[in-house]
């Protein structure tokens, strides 16, 4: 090769270095931008010139420099599909103890102390203490004919329904706020996958060109990451660049186009249900607008809810799904841990199916089914009571009305009817005629003795192991058990989340950091980077200056 030819090796040397140089302070600017990905230079040699060639001898080549092939990535796609399904499972983990710690606070069983086991059972730890239902019926168990005792039995009562009534309506508030929550989601996930498929169209075309669109390439993969936690994702590129994102095993983002998340909400409740808009089975108005029921999205629900949550299968993964677990799909009430549906009827592992698996809603029949047997319990000794006095003196008024009906101290709501399943902790009241008056409790027979039968079936009630919290619980308990179990039971499930949390967030963590020493930016290396392109850039000039000085020097010699 000529000296004039040999220039140009070292004029690559310097473009190259030169760009080395550029992509190494491009990756120094960005140290600290949020899901930007580290990218290098690839070099490759220039094609060789063949001099000469023979079967016996080697052949004499010449070199022509280094070629700048592309700033490519540093990304492990392994790395990065097991760290998008940990985090997601994190995310599924995180919601469900948080939801926990907060069933744990409306119950008063945290920081400040038990606010509801004293007005159902008072303060255990003062033993002279008349706080609770139960400590107003052992007071009147000593004294039922005292006006003091009967109000208290009357007013402790009161306060039992109303804490429970406040309870049950911040399990159901609790509920609303995650139905925002359901909202806020699905809106993202949307917001997710447009902005994924207009990347994907400015991806293709800035690269159908001899350019790299690496950092549009960082923020759909930083969009990847975000929706991961949000749910079930599975994603693929194809030879053009588009990535095509699946959720919950449904195509989300296919190419440029978007399969958009629609919500559905129950006119009783509220609760929104997302389901695939282009799947739903709609009926058209007059008008040629869609009528969406919930027989239209059956079919096309982006979550079965129903089925087994388990990490063996994945379906324990995503903020999403597990908000929507947490939340359930309506207020629970006691009759359904009977297998009861909301329609009335028996309906074989309803509770297993429909119930059980909703933090909230668990919750929520479990403890209105204290309530109901607590209140139920209650009335019925009441009841019996009147009817024992009326079977010794058929004209006795014995804890009857002016109607002659047994007193009841806790009613239904006006409107509401007698039915088993309508004694909930929302349709009950207390009594007014009881509560202005009552000493109408006599607790006195009609030949002027204390009624003592009643009130050892009151503090029986109490005592008598025979209720379990729900059917996979075989043990009996009475009703001060029960709530201690309730809260047992929360406590322990709750301890169990947070150390699947805690474990998925050191696995997740691990990848994380794993990913972290490919795709980060170490300032250090960079450094170290930008020095040794310095060194070459200077090697490369200092080549052509030797070139430039044999060429200055031949031409000297032979034009003398």
């Known amino acids: 090769m000529s000296l004039m030819g040999s220039l140009y090796i070292g004029v690559s040397g310097l473009r190259t270095s030169?760009?080395?140089?550029?992509?190494?302070?491009?990756?120094?600017?960005?140290?600290?931008?949020?899901?930007?990905?580290?990218?290098q230079v690839a070099q490759g040699t220039r094609t060789y010139v063949t001099h000469s060639r023979s079967a016996d001898k080697n052949w004499i080549q010449t070199g022509l420099g280094v070629n700048y092939t592309r700033t490519r990535q540093e990304r492990d796609a392994i790395l990065d599909k097991n760290y998008r399904r940990e985090s997601g499972r994190m995310s599924f983990y995180d919601v469900s103890a948080v939801s926990l710690e907060e069933i744990e606070y409306i119950l008063g069983e945290s920081n400040e102390g038990h606010e509801f086991s004293v007005a159902l059972i008072g303060d255990h730890n003062d033993a002279n203490t008349k706080d609770g239902l139960w400590g107003a019926v052992q007071e009147l168990a000593k004294d039922p004919t005292?006006?003091?005792?009967?109000?208290?039995?009357?007013?402790?009562?009161?306060?039992?329904?109303?804490?429970?009534?406040?309870?049950?309506?911040?399990?159901?508030?609790?509920?609303?706020?995650?139905n925002k929550d359901v909202k806020k989601d699905v809106d993202l996930i949307n917001k997710y996958a447009q902005e994924i498929s207009e990347l994907n169209k400015q991806i293709v075309r800035i690269e159908a060109g001899p350019e790299n669109a690496n950092d549009l390439r960082d923020r759909r993969n930083y969009l990847l990451d975000e929706l991961a936690k949000l749910g079930s994702i599975s994603y693929s590129e194809d030879?053009?660049?588009?990535?095509?994102?699946?959720?919950?095993?449904?195509?989300?983002?296919?190419?440029?186009?978007?399969?958009?998340?629609?919500?559905?909400?129950?006119?009783?409740?509220?609760?929104?249900?997302?389901?695939?808009?282009?799947?739903?089975?709609?009926?058209?108005?007059?008008?040629?607008?869609?009528?969406?029921?919930?027989?239209?999205?059956?079919?096309?629900?982006?979550?079965?809810?129903?089925?087994?949550?388990?990490?063996?299968?994945?379906?324990?993964?995503?903020?999403?799904?597990?908000?929507?677990?947490?939340?359930?799909?309506?207020?629970?009430?006691?009759?359904e841990i009977d297998n009861i549906?909301?329609?009335?009827?028996?309906?074989?592992?309803?509770?297993?199916?429909?119930?059980?698996?909703?933090?909230?809603?668990?919750?929520?029949?479990?403890?209105?089914?204290?309530?109901?047997?607590?209140?139920?319990?209650?009335?019925?000794?009441?009841?019996?009571?009147?009817?024992?006095?009326?079977?010794?003196?058929?004209?006795?008024?014995?804890?009857?009305?002016?109607?002659?009906?047994?007193?009841?101290?806790?009613?239904?709501?006006?409107?509401?009817?007698?039915?088993?399943?309508?004694?909930?902790?929302?349709?009950?009241?207390?009594?007014?005629?009881?509560?202005?008056?009552?000493?109408?409790?006599?607790?006195?027979?009609?030949?002027?003795?204390?009624?003592?039968?009643?009130?050892?079936?009151?503090?029986k009630a109490f005592e008598e192991p025979i209720y379990t919290l729900n059917p996979n619980v075989t043990t009996p308990v009475n009703f001060m058990n029960y709530y201690k179990n309730l809260v047992s039971q929360i406590a322990n499930t709750g301890s169990v989340f947070r150390a699947v949390q805690a474990n998925q967030t050191v696995a997740t963590d691990a990848l994380a950091y794993a990913r972290e020493e490919i795709v980060g930016v170490s300032s250090d290396e960079e450094l170290t980077n930008m020095i040794m392109y310095q060194n070459a850039y200077n090697a490369s000039s200092r080549y052509i200056n030797v070139i430039s000085e044999m060429l200055d020097h031949l031409l000297s010699t032979l034009g003398r």
């Open 18 to 39: 030169n760009d080395a140089l550029n992509t190494t302070a491009h990756n120094m600017s960005n140290l600290d931008t949020q899901g930007y990905t580290r990218q």
């Open 146 to 178: 005292s006006s003091v005792n009967q109000n208290l039995f009357v007013t402790k009562a009161y306060e039992f329904l109303t804490k429970a009534q406040k309870v049950y309506q911040s399990l159901c508030d609790y509920q609303d706020n995650m």
């Open 239 to 335: 030879s053009v660049g588009y990535v095509n994102v699946r959720f919950e095993q449904t195509d989300l983002v296919k190419g440029t186009t978007v399969n958009e998340i629609a919500l559905y909400q129950d006119l009783e409740t509220g609760f929104y249900t997302p389901y695939w808009k282009m799947f739903a089975d709609f009926k058209l108005d007059g008008e040629g607008n869609p009528i969406v029921t919930e027989e239209a999205i059956e079919r096309a629900k982006v979550f079965d809810l129903n089925q087994k949550i388990s990490s063996e299968y994945n379906t324990d993964i995503g903020s999403l799904k597990s908000t929507l677990l947490a939340r359930g799909d309506h207020r629970a009430t006691h009759s």
């Open 341 to 459: 549906n909301p329609d009335g009827e028996y309906e074989e592992g309803w509770y297993d199916v429909h119930v059980s698996q909703s933090i909230v809603m668990n919750i929520q029949a479990e403890f209105d089914r204290l309530v109901h047997i607590v209140t139920t319990k209650i009335n019925g000794i009441l009841a019996d009571a009147a009817e024992r006095g009326t079977a010794v003196n058929p004209d006795s008024n014995y804890l009857r009305d002016k109607n002659g009906d047994p007193y009841q101290l806790f009613q239904l709501m006006a409107g509401e009817d007698g039915d088993d399943r309508n004694w909930t902790v929302r349709n009950m009241v207390i009594n007014q005629e009881l509560r202005q008056n009552p000493s109408l409790l006599t607790f006195r027979l009609d030949e002027h003795s204390e009624d003592n039968e009643t009130m050892e079936a009151l503090k």
